[in-house]
């Protein structure tokens, strides 16, 4: 039998242990800056739609688009052009991302130039439901397909059957270098082949999170990339330390084929060696829009950089804001 001291002293020691603290929330520090948010004084854009795009590359389906249109908008100077995959995601008024309030406030500073956004949603049957902010309609549309697959499909359904839908209704420049396209996740790879497909189309790609994995054979970019010619686009990547790392149920069974961190600085480091115009953020998120919604007016920004610039000190329209285009 141990002493009565001693059983006194060990229960004392185990009564003044701390509880297990939880785990910290990874995505806790990344919050929507001012200009994701609407501002006061600055002109704000309209959202169209939503309007339907029947396809015939993927048979039976349809796609559903809106689109933006800044204040600034004037149909006789050709726009340029940013198209969000998961659109209904990217424009969410209580989302993660808000691309519209950030849009509004970078064309009224001259930070962007007058662009059309539009909100494309995946693919998807009429008897499907529309993707929302918790169903982005992997298991409800064709979302998988489209945006998973490398191949150039999807880069189709924009190219040959978007773009000449919105040419109808808006004077939307020619020049590739004026037009952009992003995503997250799966929207993000998609991103990313429309630009790699048909780099005489799109020349900018903003990547989230992007799925540069082993879901459908998304992980050959690197190597595509270091194979192949140069192309002239130009790359925003960013995503998390805590992402989805490709292990399996209980941290078994690792896949680097499967672990989005490591996928995406795989790509970064590729298109890096292969001297493209790449930039990336790495936070400690997880897989989501948290931290891309934080960064996302500076990597419009950056894939916006290089637009005309005076530097005429009597220049007043270069040194003022974009006010509101006058309609006639």
């Given at each position: 039998?141990?002493?009565?001291a001693v059983?006194f002293?060990?229960t004392?020691?185990?009564?003044q242990?701390?509880p297990?603290?939880?785990a910290?929330n990874m995505?806790?520090q990344?919050?929507?800056?001012?200009?994701?948010?609407?501002?006061?004084g600055?002109?704000?854009g309209?959202?169209?739609?939503p309007?339907?795009?029947?396809?015939?590359?993927?048979?039976g389906?349809?796609?559903?688009?809106?689109v933006y249109?800044?204040a600034?908008?004037?149909?006789?100077?050709?726009a340029?052009?940013?198209?969000?995959n998961?659109?209904q995601a990217f424009?969410?008024?209580?989302?993660?991302?808000r691309?519209?309030?950030?849009?509004?406030n970078?064309?009224?500073?001259?930070?962007?130039?007058?662009?059309i956004?539009?909100?494309?949603?995946?693919?998807?049957?009429p008897?499907q439901?529309?993707?929302?902010?918790?169903?982005?309609?992997?298991?409800?549309t064709?979302?998988?397909?489209?945006?998973?697959t490398?191949d150039?499909k999807y880069a189709?359904?924009i190219?040959?059957?978007?773009?000449?839908a919105?040419n109808k209704?808006?004077?939307?420049?020619k020049?590739?270098?004026?037009?952009g396209?992003g995503?997250?996740?799966?929207?993000?790879?998609a991103?990313?082949?429309?630009a790699w497909e048909?780099?005489?189309?799109?020349r900018k790609?903003?990547?989230?999170?992007?799925?540069?994995?082993?879901?459908?054979g998304?992980?050959?970019?690197p190597e595509r990339v270091?194979?192949?010619?140069k192309?002239?686009?130009r790359v925003?990547?960013?995503?998390?330390r805590n992402?989805?790392r490709?292990?399996?149920r209980?941290?078994?069974g690792?896949?680097?084929?499967r672990?989005?961190?490591?996928?995406?600085?795989?790509?970064?480091?590729?298109?890096t060696?292969?001297?493209y115009?790449?930039?990336?953020?790495?936070?400690?998120?997880?897989?989501?829009?948290?931290?891309?919604?934080?960064?996302?007016?500076e990597?419009?920004?950056?894939?916006?950089?290089?637009?005309?610039v005076?530097?005429?000190?009597?220049?007043v329209?270069?040194r003022?804001?974009r006010?509101?285009a006058?309609?006639?």
């Amino acid at each position: 039998m141990k002493p009565i001291a001693v059983l006194f002293a060990a229960t004392a020691i185990f009564a003044q242990t701390p509880p297990a603290q939880p785990a910290p929330n990874m995505n806790a520090q990344y919050r929507l800056g001012p200009d994701s948010m609407p501002q006061e004084g600055v002109p704000k854009g309209e959202i169209r739609g939503p309007f339907t795009l029947p396809s015939k590359i993927y048979v039976g389906t349809q796609h559903t688009y809106w689109v933006y249109v800044p204040a600034q908008y004037d149909p006789k100077i050709p726009a340029s052009l940013m198209i969000y995959n998961d659109g209904q995601a990217f424009m969410h008024a209580e989302g993660d991302i808000r691309a519209q309030n950030v849009m509004d406030n970078l064309i009224y500073r001259r930070e962007i130039p007058v662009m059309i956004g539009v909100f494309i949603n995946p693919g998807r049957t009429p008897e499907q439901p529309e993707p929302n902010p918790k169903e982005w309609g992997d298991r409800t549309t064709n979302r998988p397909t489209e945006y998973n697959t490398p191949d150039d499909k999807y880069a189709r359904v924009i190219t040959e059957e978007l773009m000449p839908a919105l040419n109808k209704d808006y004077n939307i420049s020619k020049d590739p270098e004026q037009h952009g396209i992003g995503g997250s996740s799966s929207g993000a790879i998609a991103a990313f082949i429309v630009a790699w497909e048909r780099p005489n189309d799109f020349r900018k790609v903003l990547s989230n999170v992007g799925s540069f994995v082993n879901l459908r054979g998304g992980h050959i970019f690197p190597e595509r990339v270091l194979e192949s010619p140069k192309k002239p686009i130009r790359v925003f990547l960013c995503d998390g330390r805590n992402d989805n790392r490709g292990q399996g149920r209980g941290g078994s069974g690792y896949d680097e084929k499967r672990d989005w961190f490591y996928q995406n600085v795989r790509l970064m480091k590729a298109l890096t060696q292969k001297g493209y115009d790449v930039n990336y953020s790495w936070g400690v998120n997880l897989h989501g829009q948290k931290f891309g919604g934080a960064i996302m007016p500076e990597m419009m920004r950056w894939l916006w950089r290089d637009g005309p610039v005076s530097t005429d000190p009597t220049d007043v329209v270069e040194r003022g804001f974009r006010p509101a285009a006058k309609r006639e």
